[in-house]
């Protein structure tokens, strides 16, 4: 992607992964800095062209491998307002800005949830952001995951982060605790895709996304298990989903996750604890990318946050108390 004034030229190719798929879902795919209604536009207004042949219907189907070329305008319009909203800032240059997300902070605003949002702190605290789609936010974490998130300053940052992003360059770890004590890591490669009946749902569908997840074993107790996992891929919901599809579900998950698995004879302390979780235990721990502007291979980490530090022990003193070589 180039950028001359507010002149841009985007260009991908497709893939197998596309064929069958709508031109316009497949922009979406390829270019996600950008919004579905911004794409759809460029569509409609002749700015989009499959190997030199403008497309302006916005259904057209891809059946081949295809180059896909974008010039436009930008006219960026942003309604959001910036607010004064304290954000953990890990790492920040006139590039980049990485921060630990809470718990409970939305990163974009929507139903529900028209401000007080990460994209309202980032347009107070750097207001030039609004000249960068989606005000520089590359990747998001769900409202209720904690951990590690990098925000691009510009667009040619975000251009280059996105790049990381789809070329699986870009690595992220996460740490969760799954209900179900798992005997050791593995690969979960299941595509995943809107669920076909709970449109706010996701779930692994024959012709969904390509969808990658690796996890391993940190710790096991008698009925849970703490996991480390890496993305291969993004998709909406994917650890959650994959974790769910192979019968391990992350504690506290309200969509996935299910009732809370009480082992016997736990005590009050435990089964307190459990219960009050009252969101997916998942946090994400480790961020690692090529600096948009010097290359450099950078990797920052958080800490996990105190709710699950404190899930952590109790599931220790559980395991103390009924050891799990002695069940």
Not at 16 to 24: A, I, K, M, Q, T
Not at 43 to 57: A, C, K, R
Not at 233 to 254: C, E, F, N, S, W
């Amino acid at each position: 992607m180039t950028l001359s004034d507010n002149l841009i030229n985007l260009e991908a190719e497709t893939g197998p992964e596309h064929f069958g798929l709508r031109l316009d879902q497949v922009l979406a795919d390829l270019f996600p800095e950008f919004s579905r209604s911004k794409l759809k536009i460029w569509i409609q207004e002749g700015n989009v062209t499959l190997n030199g042949d403008v497309i302006t219907v916005p259904r057209h189907k891809i059946q081949m491998e295809e180059v896909i070329c974008v010039t436009a305008e930008m006219d960026v319009q942003v309604t959001s307002e910036a607010q004064d909203i304290d954000l953990d800032i890990v790492y920040e240059d006139e590039h980049i800005l990485v921060i630990n997300k809470p718990a409970d902070l939305v990163v974009h605003p929507g139903a529900g949830n028209p401000s007080g949002t990460i994209l309202n702190a980032l347009l107070n605290h750097v207001p030039d952001i609004d000249k960068v789609p989606r005000a520089g936010i590359v990747h998001r974490l769900d409202k209720d995951t904690t951990g590690l998130m990098v925000v691009a300053k510009t667009l040619q940052a975000q251009t280059h982060l996105v790049d990381q992003l789809q070329h699986r360059v870009m690595s992220r770890e996460y740490e969760a605790v799954a209900i179900g004590t798992m005997v050791a890591g593995g690969i979960v490669d299941a595509a995943i895709g809107r669920h076909p009946t709970k449109r706010t749902h996701m779930a692994v569908r024959e012709f969904g996304k390509p969808a990658v997840t690796h996890y391993r074993v940190k710790e096991k107790f008698r009925a849970h298990t703490h996991v480390r996992l890496k993305l291969e891929t993004g998709r909406t919901h994917q650890i959650r989903v994959h974790m769910a599809y192979i019968k391990h579900p992350l504690v506290g998950d309200p969509v996935y996750g299910g009732r809370p698995r009480l082992p016997k004879g736990a005590s009050e302390s435990f089964i307190n604890t459990l219960r009050g979780f009252q969101r997916q235990a998942l946090h994400a721990a480790q961020l690692s990318l090529f600096h948009p502007e010097t290359d450099e291979w950078m990797t920052w980490k958080a800490p996990l946050p105190e709710d699950m530090v404190n899930l952590l022990s109790e599931l220790r003193e559980d395991t103390k108390a009924f050891p799990i070589d002695e069940l």
